[in-house]
């Protein structure tokens, strides 16, 4: 451990060993704590550098006190562009070997660059390393549940939907050589994390450690969590970012994504329009792939998160998912019959009796899917009445 830091402090002698790089757009309620506790690291010898994206809020005034007081403090103002401009703009200011990202609304604890910095020291055939995180509310209270990736991600880019590479991007690290290799940050909206990790798994190896570093927040009303424009725009683009890594791997020409990409993608009125934006580009075998996956995956997302899909939405998926039907593995097929379940369920729960008929050629699997959710929530129901007053109930926990 101790050569291989003096080869990393011989490498970079008069500069910092990580860089740590934090967007920030109007987040003056948690700008100050979450720097705060970078700065607190075990791990100093390091650069922040904070890109305020635009703020219209005191975010500004709030950084500039801060870099006055601390020196390893670097901020960037740009005119607001959104995530992946504010990002490939902070790395232009990056220069230590190793960069870590964070969130302007998150906290890291003490130990936690120092855990990830030792960890790619110890492996070097690991490029980029993730953490997990308590999960905390908008105040910053711990809601109990927690985010559960452990070890070598196990990708598969020809599932529907794909099974991405995912490490917590708030809580990332990756080696500044790798990153620059795989060009940064492309605009692939409500993606872009994803997309980065499949193009960096085409030079090394990723791994999550089990450990808890920090605390991640989550915003309720936030409008990636309730919009289902977002929804749709997410959908459709995490299963182009597999297509793409699926194409380099054979070296075909990549797929390009527009930096008006967002913007399109919102004036889209359907699923199927933001997949029209990228139809031209792809072959018949690619389209029929991403109008299946790009339906599961939005059913997936809609079972945890507050979405509430339209018409259009429910029969694009009911019609994608009939039509492609033999492009689905048995894991894939079983699946998205769970997520139809759990859709037909809320559904259910809600009372909303058109939108369920429109999934009525899967009614009897999902009717069937819909009957064992219900058991197991009524087991577990029993379950906490039973042992109420007797022990803690544990939180449930789930994924980020």
């Known amino acids: ?11 970079a002698p008069d500069g910092p060993i990580i860089d740590v790089l934090i967007p920030v757009f109007n987040g003056s309620e948690t700008i100050r704590s979450s720097v705060e506790s970078i700065l607190g690291q075990t791990e100093a010898r390091i650069q922040v550098v904070i890109v305020n994206d635009g703020s219209t809020d005191s975010t500004a005034n709030i950084l500039s006190a801060m870099s006055a007081e601390d020196h390893r403090i670097t901020v960037v103002d740009i005119p607001n562009g959104g995530i992946v401009e504010a990002l490939n703009t902070g790395l232009q200011h990056c220069s230590a070997p190793f960069v870590a990202r964070h ?3 998150d906290i890291a604890f003490p130990e936690r660059l120092a855990e990830q910095l030792e960890f790619l020291l110890e492996n070097p055939a690991y490029i980029a390393v993730g953490a997990n995180a308590w999960h905390i509310d908008a105040a910053g209270n ?11 991600p196990a990708p598969d880019p020809c599932a529907s939907p794909s099974v991405e590479p995912y490490l917590m991007h708030p809580f990332l690290m990756v080696r500044r050589e790798y990153l620059e290799k795989a060009g940064g940050y492309r605009h692939v909206v409500h993606s872009e994390d994803t997309d980065l990790y499949w193009r960096l798994l085409e030079h090394g190896q990723l791994f999550n450690l089990s450990d808890i570093l920090g605390e991640f927040r989550i915003h309720a009303q936030s409008v990636s969590s309730i919009s289902i424009v977002s929804g749709r725009i997410a959908a459709v683009h995490s299963q182009l ?13 990549d797929i390009i994504f527009e930096r008006d990409g967002r913007t399109a993608g919102e004036k889209a009125s359907s699923l199927q329009n933001i997949i029209d934006i990228f139809a031209g580009q792809l072959d018949a075998e690619e389209l029929a792939y991403l109008q299946l996956s790009s339906a599961v995956k939005l059913l997936s997302l809609s079972c945890f ?17 009939t039509r492609h039907d033999a492009l689905l593995s ?11 379940a759990r859709l037909g369920l809320k559904l259910l729960m809600r009372r909303e009796w058109r939108q ?3 999934l009525r050629p899967g009614i009897v699997r999902m009717g069937a899917m819909a009957a064992q959710q219900g058991r197991r929530s009524l087991y577990l129901a029993r379950n906490r009445l039973k042992f109420a007053g007797k022990r803690p109930i544990p939180a449930c926990d789930s994924n980020a």
């Open 103 to 105: 969130d302007a609304d």
């Open 142 to 152: 711990r809601l109990g549940s927690r985010t559960f990736f452990i070890g070598e």
């Open 241 to 253: 970012a597999a297509l793409s890594h699926r194409r380099r791997i054979r070296s075909a020409p």
């Open 330 to 340: 048995p894991a894939d097929r079983a699946g998205s019959e769970n997520y139809a």
């Open 1 to 11: 451990m101790t050569s291989k830091v003096g080869d990393v402090c011989a490498a």
């Open 305 to 321: 998160r507050p979405y509430r899909l339209e018409d259009a939405d429910l029969a694009y998926a009911r019609d994608a998912l």
């Open 356 to 358: 369920l008929g429109i």
